[in-house]
């Protein structure tokens, strides 16, 4: 699977956009974006997923550029039970696709 | 409903107990998954059970012994354990496990946190 870079941290006010980026340069063809998020001591939680095209779903926005080099995800109105680490997963067909492979995540803390 | 629960929520054990963690979902998924993760790191990887078979142990020392009842019903047994095993140990599940090639969707429980003395 593809490697994934995300900022460490990232800081967002209360009813703004939060906008997550993730870069995965070396992602091939038939291999997915994943969101996920894990809240303090929770389990983590799947936002979205994509291939090719933007999504959309009730909880997030995913925007993958055209040459699926990176992506962005879009929280349209964060609040403060959005605070979490956000995870960006690249997974692909076939091999070890039973597994979802977290790196570090970007802690988004939403501040009032 | 992607609901899958964990019981118990905090665990307690000296390295001399045998204790046990259970996982339940009821969304028909016939893949099911255990991941550790130690504090401030990702999860990691155990074991993931497919049609009620064990299909991948990630090299997990035997101190750990999964077993899947029925396709809803996933534990994992622990014995002898180390300090060093104090962890949040989540669950998760999906539809077949990918081994039809596709790529699917993992739904994870609360997780049980343990704690070995």
């Known amino acids: 699977d593809a490697k994934t870079t995300q900022p460490t941290s990232m800081d967002c006010a209360e009813g703004r956009a939060a906008n997550l980026p993730c870069n995965h340069s070396?992602?091939?063809?038939?291999?997915?974006v994943y969101w996920y998020r894990q809240i303090h001591s929770q389990g983590p939680q799947y936002i979205i997923h994509?291939?090719?095209n933007n999504e959309t779903n009730e909880m997030a926005s995913l925007i993958i550029t055209e040459d699926r080099k990176s992506s962005t995800l879009i929280l349209p109105h964060a609040t403060l039970r959005d605070t979490a680490v956000y995870y960006c997963?690249?997974?692909?067909?076939?091999?070890?696709?039973?597994?979802?492979?977290f790196g570090k995540g970007t802690l988004l803390t939403v501040n009032p | 409903d992607t609901e899958v629960t964990q019981t118990p929520k905090h665990l307690v054990m000296g390295m001399t107990n045998k204790k046990s963690l259970k996982c339940e979902q009821h969304?028909?998924?016939?893949?099911m998954y255990w991941y550790k993760q130690k504090a401030k790191k990702p999860p990691e990887l155990m074991f993931v059970?497919?049609?009620?078979?064990?299909?991948i142990n990630e090299s997990v020392p035997s101190r750990f012994s999964p077993e899947c009842p029925n396709s809803s019903l996933l534990n994992l047994h622990l014995h002898a354990l180390q300090p060093e095993d104090s962890a949040l140990y989540l669950c998760?599940?999906?539809?077949?496990?990918?081994?039809?090639?596709?790529?699917?969707?993992?739904?994870f429980g609360p997780g049980t946190r343990l704690l070995v003395l």
């Open positions: 969304m028909g998924h016939r893949a």
């Open positions: 998760a599940s999906s539809q077949t496990g990918g081994g039809q090639g596709g790529v699917e969707t993992q739904y």
């Open positions: 059970y497919s049609y009620e078979k064990l299909s």
């Open positions: 070396t992602i091939s063809g038939n291999e997915y």
């Open positions: 997963i690249v997974r692909g067909r076939g091999g070890s696709n039973y597994k979802l492979t």
């Open positions: 994509g291939l090719k």
